[in-house]
Each structure stands twice: as C-alpha cells, then as structure tokens.
T-cell receptor, first 115, second 114 residues
Framework: NAGVTQTPKFRVLKTGQSMTLLCAQD?????MYWYRQDPGMGLRLIHY???????AKGEVPDGYNVSRLKKQNFLLGLESAAPSQTSVYFC??????????????FGPGTRLTVL | AQSVTQLDSQVPVFEEAPVELRCNYS??????LFWYVQYPNQGLQLLLK??????LVKGINGFEAEFNKSQTSFHLRKPSVHISDTAEYFC????????????FGAGTRLTVKP
C-alpha cells in the first residue's frame, strides 16, 4: 500500500514551458486535491475532484488545469509556466468530502522551479 | 468561508521543555479542526483532529490539543519535546457542511534545540 505518490519529485521549467504533474493513490478514495505550498502562506487549494471524471476549482485555480480520467489518478497541468508558479505542489486524497473525519492523505510533494 | 491564523511563525524550544503552538480560527458555522505535521522534505501527516465531543484531543507522538469554542482556538501542546519533533506544524479548519473547503494556516516551524 503506497498511499499517495507524486511524479516527478523535482522539476525545473523555463517560462512558457508546459508540464504535467501526476498524482496516484491506491486507497480507492473518491476525493483528490491539488495544493500549492508557498513560504508563509500555508497550503492553498488549486483544484479538486469529487470522483472520476469530475473536477472543480479551488482557491487559486488560475494558470492550472486538471483531469481525473481514472479514479486513482489526478493530473495537474501547467500549460504555460510562469515564475509565480514556482512552488511545492502537494496532492492529497480522502475517502469523503473535505477529508473529515479522517483528514486528508498527502503525497510527498513536487518541487517546481520556473525560471 | 472559514480561515485559520497561526499566531507564531517560528517557535524555538529546548529539548524536554513544554511547547504550545497557537491556532485561532474563524467560521460562521460549526467546524472540524486538524493539526498536521510536516517533516523536512515530506508531505503532511495528520497529527490529531477535533470533530465533536471532548474538547481535549490526543494525537500521535504525545501531542494534544484543546478546542475552545468561546475563544475560537485550537492550540497544540506537548509537555516534553524531543529533537525529533522539529518540523513544521499546520492547523487546518473545515466546516461540517460536507464540502471540500479545508483551509490551512501559514504554519509554525518548531525547532527543538539540544
């Protein structure tokens, strides 16, 4: 049982390049989330999904797109990377909405630098 | 929407001393409260949670937190810290309306010194 895994762990992009971050969970959770973590700002929700084939915007969705074609996978895409997207990205999953009462299960993170 | 304020960005403390990490929240409805811990270069792990019932909640690694509704606080405490407790701690709040809006505080970096 690997829990939540993220690929890649590190990435450096140039401004304007695109990339996709992959999140996979093997706990059969319905809900999946993408957060970004910036110094002094905690975690902010980018997008989330309440089930296969569904996605919704979170607190800071601009510049990102997501897809949930399979229940176990949640992809985060950057179509044209900007330096403001330099951050650490975390994926999380939960069996029910918001994670309560179990909390959310987090992946190890992807450190992205946009030059 | 609800919000969270962690009152201290950094807390240095000596080994075996007690520690309190402060968290205040704001919400117009009833809430669930969480504390997560993040060790260096790792994801977040759930430390403890308050859903309902007893206001004193015990978590892993000897941590506990007390929910105070009148002061809208959920402070985290440990009576005696270890070097291995050095990490970043996040307080989080979500309402009990069944949505997906969990808000995190900015984090408190706990540094335990020998």
């Amino acid at each position: 049982n690997a829990g939540v895994t993220q690929t890649p762990k590190f990435r450096v992009l140039k401004t304007g390049q695109s990339m996709t971050l992959l999140c996979a969970q093997d706990m059969n959770h319905e809900y999946m989330y993408w957060y970004r973590q910036d110094p002094g700002m905690g975690l902010r929700l980018i997008h989330y999904s309440v089930g296969e084939g569904t996605t919704a915007k979170g607190e800071v969705p601009d510049g990102y797109n997501v897809s949930r074609l399979k229940k176990q996978n949640f992809l985060l895409g950057l179509e044209s990377a900007a330096p403001s997207q330099t951050s650490v990205y975390f994926c999380a999953s939960s069996p029910i909405a918001g994670g309560h009462p179990y909390g959310q299960y987090f992946g190890p993170g992807t450190r992205l630098t946009v030059l | 929407a609800q919000s969270v304020t962690q009152l201290d960005s950094q807390v240095p403390v000596f080994e075996e001393a007690p520690v309190e990490l402060r968290c205040n929240y704001s919400s117009s409805v009833s809430v669930y409260l969480f504390w997560y811990v993040q060790y260096p270069n790792q994801g977040l792990q759930l430390l403890l949670k308050y859903l309902s019932g007893s206001t004193l909640v015990k978590g892993i690694n000897g941590f506990e937190a007390e929910f105070n509704k009148s002061q809208t606080s959920f402070h985290l405490r440990k009576p005696s810290v270890h070097i291995s407790d050095t990490a970043e701690y996040f307080c989080a709040v979500s309402d009990n309306q069944g949505n997906n809006d969990m808000r995190f505080g900015a984090g408190t970096r706990l540094t335990v010194k020998p």
